[in-house]
């Protein structure tokens, strides 16, 4: 008998289809929760820009904003995709006592590393920004999200002079038989330093639910939705990333998909 795939596999089949169709997204008018239709011919035009994308990005540079939207665009749910409810015991504990114990670390390449609970965070400068999340299985969806810049976390932890990417862990395994698959993310400092890059605990007003990532997730509003880590517990500061499970600085990556997600 065939063995199934873990569904990770299934969904990477899937969505090499369907990732060009972001592009569509990026460029249409799409409030709310939208499924997009794909027609051949802009596909194929768009996966041949998606090769361009971050080549034309580093020439224009990235400092450029993320649209943002206003409260009516915002979708009535915001759609929740890839792990709605992380795995284990210990998450369980967490959403159990309210996310008591929970602390976010900041360490690797910094002469000061954070251990910050989620009163600090909160008491913190904050941001809060109404943007569209494009994921490259082919939906968008707009929300208002608060939270505090990542750069902010990252002055006051200050990055030693080797330091080149940010690594992100999150508390929720994508394989219920794999221990080593745990989601993570990266992104070099031009992302993690953007005005539009923040840790946010709040979803449209509210506490930011399990499904999207509770208590605390990164939102890097130039890039694509997997580049979006939920369920986060520890930020790294690295100079490289190949030693970190796949190498290639993300679960996803790991798994097939670009490094850079940008848009
Ligand atoms: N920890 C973690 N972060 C994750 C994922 C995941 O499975 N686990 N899925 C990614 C993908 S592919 C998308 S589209 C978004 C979905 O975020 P949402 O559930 O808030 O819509 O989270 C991203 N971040
Ligand atoms: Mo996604």
Known sequence: MKKAKPYFEQRRERRSFLRAGVAVAATGTLAGCDSLSHNETAVNVLRSAEALTESVHRVLGRRAMAQEFSPSQIAPVFRANGTTSPIGQSYAAMVADGFKDWTLTVDGLVDKPLELTMAELQAMPTRTQITRHDCVEGWSCI??????????LLNMATLKPEAKFVVFRCLDQMDEKNEDTMYYESVDLDDAFHEQTILAWELNGKP????????????????????????????????????????????????GYNWYGGI
Not at 143 to 152: N, T
Not at 221 to 234: A, F, I, N, S, V
């Open 143 to 152: 929300g208002q999200w608060k939270g505090v810049r990542l750069s902010h």
């Open 208 to 255: 930011l639910p399990v499904a999207n990532g509770a208590p605390l997730r990164a939102r890097i509003e130039r890039q694509l939705g997997y580049k979006q880590p939920k369920y986060l517990h520890h930020i790294e500061v690295v100079s490289d990333f190949s030693d970190i499970a796949g190498g290639k600085g993300g679960f996803w990556e790991d798994h």
